[in-house]
């Protein structure tokens, strides 16, 4: 074999198994990143799936109230951009409008009449959580503590309308009134307690 036939064969050889590295775009939708189980099975008091603008399931939300008092919220979702995002508690249970930006669900949880913001001197709100953060696949994993509600106190989580857990497209400064600059809500978990 000669050296020019050598060179076409290696190189439609490459050609062959990069083309099969390749991904279609219906292989590489199939292979996108998936969040993990929020929670494992029977830990939660109470789950919700988080949906995006579209209706589409992007992941769970699990809470379960501690026997100190509060709540422990794990979150598990994708399709987010990369980077921090807000997440606050809002005083209905309906994500039914992701097309509008979920403003069926509400403001935010406030019972005390506070200012928004966890660094807030003049806060914080119960609604108030920490800025979940996704990777670079838009898989965003979380744990996180509310000490200012509960599951089961009878208070604003218990009421008729339920409550949602909304997710924004940016970061919460825990300072900036009313929701901290963090921008859309992106997606929405809606919680009904007692159904």
């Not at 929020?38 to 109230?65: F, H, M, R, Y």
């Not at 008092?69 to 994708?78: D, N, Y």
């Not at 019972?111 to 959580?129: I, R």
């Not at 989580?157 to 825990?174: K, P, S, T, Y």
Request: net charge negative; aromatic share 4%.
């Amino acid at each position: 074999m000669k050296i020019a036939e050598k060179i076409v064969a290696i190189t439609a050889f490459s050609a062959i198994l990069l083309g099969a590295c390749g991904k279609s775009g219906a292989e590489s939708d199939a292979m996108a990143a998936t969040a993990p189980p929020a929670a494992p099975a029977g830990w939660a008091d109470a789950s919700a799936d988080l949906v995006n603008a579209q209706g589409e399931k992007t992941g769970e939300i699990a809470l379960k109230d501690t026997p100190h008092g509060g709540v422990l919220i794990r979150v598990a979702m994708t399709g987010l951009s990369e980077g921090w995002h807000g997440m606050h508690l809002h005083q209905i249970g309906d994500c039914s409008d992701g097309a509008e930006g979920f403003k069926a669900s509400g403001s935010h949880i406030n019972p005390q009449g506070k200012e928004h913001g966890l660094l807030n001197p003049n806060g914080y709100e119960a609604a108030d959580l920490p800025n979940i953060y996704a990777g670079a696949d838009g898989v965003a994993v979380a744990a996180l503590f509310n000490t200012s509600l509960s599951l089961s106190d009878g208070g604003p989580l218990q009421d008729a309308d339920g409550f949602a857990i909304v997710v924004h497209e940016n970061a919460d400064d825990h300072m900036t009134q009313p929701i901290g600059g963090a921008g859309a809500r992106v997606a929405c978990a809606a919680f009904v307690l007692g159904e």
